[in-house]
């Protein structure tokens, strides 16, 4: 279990995303259009098509995790 900081949000981007996507094309979504830091501590999450299948990511500081 990956402990998450106390403040940290939830950022749930609409529609589908296409789960090829690696960390660096979600973080460019993140900053076009969510317009936030994909380094800023908080996670993000990408729903595939189906709905069955969901990508997190977040930057914690010393590196960033995709889940």
Do not use: N, Y
């Amino acid at each position: 279990m990956i402990p998450i900081p106390s403040g940290m949000r939830v950022w749930l981007a609409t529609g589908h995303t296409d789960m090829r996507k690696g960390f660096p094309s979600l973080a460019l979504q993140v900053q076009e259009v969510l317009r936030r830091d994909p380094l800023s501590g908080h996670l993000f999450c990408f729903r595939g098509r189906r709905g069955d299948l969901l990508k997190v990511i977040w930057h914690d500081g010393q590196g960033a995790c995709l889940f």
